[in-house]
């Protein structure tokens, strides 16, 4: 028998021989980088045009277009919220773990699991995996925040779910800073090791920044100048089992060495402006643009100006470490 003959009785079949497998099937993610111009009038027109009360959110993802699905890279679908003043994003919970760091506003707040979560400029919010969680903008003015989340990850394995909550808000069950001194220092006995999946949790921007200024020169990495890993308070680890959060302070005229590595990182310019070598090109940046490094592509970071840059990121490190699979190069 002819081999076109046998392939066609397989294909018949639904089945296919090795020889046949579609070699470069899966094409290559390539970097990009998104304008905060652009983001920022979709949202402004969004603002006027969505209704949050059908949509449930009211939210613009980044569609990585070398994927040919949603998703900023194959892990990690990044999105940019806003709410309207007195507007309310209805409670759900969903599979997907998710966080947020607030772009622009303040007033407003996030219940994960019935404890409020003020949110201001450059705070990040947890919201792990199957925890309940709603917002409400009680400010006067729009707030926007970027959402992240493990969509892309989690989807191929069929574990997608979502529920509505019985109401729009939660009650706030819980008083502020609840969480964070029940997985404080003085526990109560058996819980030691809850949270190891996250926390409700918020990491408030002037802790943070107060930190990254105060990175002595000895610890700042040599790839990614002062940089910041925010852990899971139970037990030191990333910050959730699927995303790693970061966030890095480039300092004037900083130019970082090349590295790669086997995860994907998507940025977001929280300060600043700068570029990112990336392959063979740069992405150049400034405050506001989002931008995604794929797997195992040499890159650095450069700050030529004369201000300090942040870029705060998410990279699925966790997941791929877990599997053995993450390596990790410098030149
Ligand atoms: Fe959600
Ligand atoms: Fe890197």
């Known amino acids: 028998m002819k081999i076109e003959e046998l392939d066609k009785e397989l294909e018949a079949k639904h089945m296919r021989g090795f020889w046949k497998f579609q070699k470069g099937a899966h094409a ?9 111009d652009d983001l920022y009038d979709g949202l402004v027109k969004a603002k006027d045009s969505v209704d949050i009360r059908e949509t449930g959110r009211r939210s613009i993802g980044l569609v ?30 969903h599979t997907a773990a998710a966080i947020r760091f607030i772009v622009q506003g ?22 792990p995996n199957w925890t ?19 969509v892309p990850l989690i989807s191929p394995l069929n574990v997608g779910f979502f529920e509505l909550y019985e109401r729009d808000v939660q009650p706030a069950s819980f ?56 852990i899971n308070p139970v037990d030191g680890g990333y ?9 890095q302070l480039l300092k004037p005229g900083l130019k970082t060495k090349l590295h790669r590595h086997t995860s994907t990182a998507c940025y977001h310019v ?37 201000e300090e840059a942040v870029l705060f990121s998410l990279s699925d490190q966790p997941v791929l470490e877990v599997l053995e699979w993450y390596k990790e190069e410098t030149q």
Request: glycine share 10%; net charge negative.
């Open 175 to 230: 008083r502020r800073g609840e969480y964070a001194q029940r997985f404080g220092f003085a526990r109560v006995p058996g819980r030691e090791k809850e949270g190891r999946k996250g926390l409700p949790f918020r990491y408030p921007w002037t802790d943070t920044y107060k930190a990254l200024q105060e990175i002595r020169a000895e610890d700042a990495d040599p790839c990614n100048g002062s940089l910041l890993r925010y």
């Open 106 to 127: 303040r007033g407003a707040y996030t219940n994960v699991e019935g404890e409020q979560f003020p949110m201001e400029e450059g705070d990040l919010i947890l919201t």
């Open 270 to 306: 929280f300060k600043g402006s700068g570029r990112t070598r990336v392959g063979e090109g740069y992405l150049e940046w400034s405050k506001g643009d989002s931008f995604v490094i794929p797997t195992w592509l040499w890159h650095a970071h450069e700050n030529p100006g004369k």
């Open 28 to 36: 290559p993610e390539t970097p990009y980088l998104w304008k905060w």
């Open 64 to 93: 990585n277009p070398s994927l040919g699905r949603d998703g900023t890279s194959r892990t990690i679908f990044v999105n940019f919220s806003v709410v309207n003043p007195k507007e309310v994003a209805e409670a759900h919970r």
């Open 132 to 150: 309940w969680h709603d917002h409400y903008n009680g400010s006067d003015k729009p707030i926007i925040w970027l959402d992240a989340l493990d």
């Open 239 to 247: 910050t959730l089992p699927t995303m790693s959060c970061e966030i």
